[in-house]
């Protein structure tokens, strides 16, 4: 009896690293392998040290409130600048900045000077340069990607490497934390920034075939919200990770809280929890990188959402270490699934020239939402605890994938046309009404 092939949509093992077969996507790779390590040892040791200079999960959630307002109020305007642009010296100027401001951490840290409004500030300072950073890293991706069909898997390592390094970095950052304090783990994230610096200078890209644009930044931002708010797929892929991140996503804030309050640990429990977390989302990684094509991705993010959100109820009952290990292991999976197919879709269907603007919407649904939850979370965690603050956005996420999957029909039909366009797809043959009487796979 043969054994079963690999489907197109599962794709198997040997598909899992074929975007690393372009020279570019792997300088990108390695170097922002390396530089993510850092800014999760720096997130940990952040966190550590607001909440062992105040003990309170208030001012926790206002140091993430202030690190990601600015991605609220900027990124829309990053995006347009995006489009237009060469994103290379974008992202150059804006890990420039993020190296300083790691360094200026370690300054304070180290000679003991540091009190929590220098916190506050630095945090709001590299928002302002994550704003310009992340919609300019997303859509960089095309461009060093030369083959369209291995975007997707490109997307997925992408998250693959972003997951691996909250595993990896964490656990460095619990141990460094406990030997040798916070203010080693500030310095090595800005020495780490030199890593992609160096990829992204050493990179061979062709000669940009942009088109000089002419309209004002405000028509600019008109045109982003029209195309992006007219289309049914993106505006439900938006709204659906936006609601998510709102209430599901500030879940990291409350984590010294239930590491060393609730679960009675340290710096290390705090470390592990979160690198529970990645390895949940590392498995979620590969497996969207082993796929070969993004047919069947709508399906999976109602699913995931579900997944991450149980997952967030049943951590938040927890006081046992063990079993709560476990339960970020199933939250990071959620998690990881229903953001990167939620990238993965838009980035498939936006056309080139509104990519920029589009991933600037996605930041700003992802990141710039989360420090409005950031602030309702630790304000929710000081009247009724974190325990019952987290219990409540796992319900709200369910409800959001309740949601969507009723809507998924809709989602199908409008990305279906794009698709064909694409040649993802083949078209519907003459006086076929359905997907399903040609067992083609809906195109979601």
């Known amino acids: 009896m043969r054994r079963k092939s690999w489907t197109p949509e599962n ?8 975007a690393l077969s372009h020279r570019n996507y792997r300088l990108f790779f390695g170097g922002q392998g390396v530089s993510l390590v850092g800014t999760w040892m720096q997130q940990i040791a952040m966190s550590w040290l607001v909440y062992r200079l105040t003990g309170s999960a208030l001012l926790l959630g206002v140091v993430g409130f202030a690190s990601q307002i600015p991605t609220f109020l900027l990124t829309t305007i990053a995006g347009v600048l995006v489009d237009r642009w060469e994103k290379r010296r974008i992202l ?39 704003a310009f950073d992340a919609p300019a890293r997303q859509s960089f991706v095309v461009e060093i990607v030369q083959k369209r069909e291995n975007l997707g898997n490109a997307i997925a390592l992408n998250s693959f490497l972003f997951n691996g390094a909250r595993l990896v970095g964490p656990s460095i950052a619990g141990i460094v934390i406990a030997f040798v304090g916070e203010g080693i783990c500030f310095l090595l994230n800005g020495i780490s920034f030199a890593a992609v610096i160096v990829a992204l200078l050493a990179m061979r890209l062709p000669l940009s075939d942009r088109k000089e644009v002419h309209s004002d930044l405000v028509q600019g931002l008109k045109e982003g919200f029209r195309y992006s708010f007219g289309s049914v797929p993106i505006r439900m892929l938006l709204a659906s990770l936006a609601v998510v991140s709102l209430f599901g996503m500030p879940y990291a804030v409350l984590m010294p809280v239930f590491a060393k309050s609730i679960l009675h640990g340290d710096s290390h429990t705090l470390g592990f929890l979160m690198g529970a977390t990645g390895v949940g989302a ?34 938040s009952q927890s006081t046992y270490v063990p079993l709560s290990l476990l339960l970020m292991l199933i939250v990071g999976l959620g998690m990881m699934v229903q953001m990167a197919s939620t990238n993965t879709l838009l980035q ?11 991933m600037s919407l996605y930041t700003m649904a992802f990141i710039g939402t989360a420090p409005f939850g950031s602030l309702i979370s630790g304000s929710l965690a000081e009247r009724i605890g974190a325990p ?11 409800v959001v994938a309740a949601l969507f999957s009723r809507k998924l029909p809709v989602l199908q039909a409008s990305v279906r046309p794009v698709y064909e366009k694409k040649g993802i797809i083949a078209p519907l043959a003459s006086g076929v009404e359905s997907a399903s009487e040609l067992a083609v796979p809906p195109a979601d």
């Open 92 to 130: 150059v100027v804006t890990q420039t900045f993020a190296m300083l401001q790691a360094f200026a951490l370690a300054v304070l840290t180290l000679t003991e000077s540091v009190v929590v409004w220098q916190i506050v500030a630095l945090s709001a300072f590299l928002g302002c340069v994550n």
């Open 388 to 398: 019952s603050t987290l219990l409540i956005g796992g319900v709200i996420c369910v």
């Open 348 to 358: 498939t269907i936006v056309d080139d020239d509104k990519r920029g603007r589009v």
């Open 282 to 315: 590392l498995v979620g990684a590969m497996y969207l990188a082993s796929r070969k094509s993004v047919l069947g991705l709508g399906k999976l993010i109602p699913t995931a959402t579900t997944v991450f959100g149980i997952g967030l109820m049943a951590f």
């Open 11 to 18: 794709g198997g093992a040997k598909h899992i690293f074929r």
